[in-house]
């Protein structure tokens, strides 16, 4: 214990910095543990879709949506969904919802405000259309 107090007397930004991620790590698992938007693999979503006709919100931007998207995919900007402006997912509420990006990453908060809205079971795409495209699942161009 003597070593341990020593070695943190020597290097207190590094033994804070060390604290500050552990408490970071902790955080998110538990955040991730406790919330209602889950993370999902690509074949977990390929199953949703298949099985139990989940609905696709895309939440890049047009551009991107045309350069390729999952097939029907709804485009629907995070922008828009920020606003609470999604009237065309209103009849999906008790569908599977996967909330789709480029990389996984900003689909969360959109997802977040689905769930919050009252979309019964929103899903984030793990590494979104990136991930997707990089197994070589097909995507549709153009629209």
């Known amino acids: ?44 979503a390929t199953h949703l879709i298949n099985k139990e006709n989940a609905v696709v919100v895309d939440v890049r931007g047009r551009d991107d ?4 998207h999952i097939s029907g995919a709804l485009q629907v900007s995070s ?4 606003k609470g402006n999604f009237t065309e997912l209103e009849k999906y509420k008790s569908q599977p919802i996967i909330v789709v990006c480029a990389t996984g990453q900003s689909a969360g908060d959109a997802a977040a405000q ?29 629209k």
Do not use: Y
């Open 1 to 44: 214990m003597q070593e341990i107090m020593e070695f943190v007397h020597n290097h207190l930004i590094l033994s804070l910095g060390w604290v500050v991620l552990l408490v970071l790590v902790i955080v998110t698992t538990f955040k991730g543990l406790f919330s209602k938007v889950k993370m999902i693999s690509r074949g977990e």
């Open 65 to 68: 949506f045309r350069r390729g």
């Open 114 to 142: 689905l769930n919050a809205a009252g979309f019964e079971k929103v899903s984030v795409l793990k590494d979104g259309i990136s991930g997707w495209s990089s197994e070589n699942l097909p995507l549709v161009r153009g």
């Open 79 to 82: 922008d828009e969904i920020k």
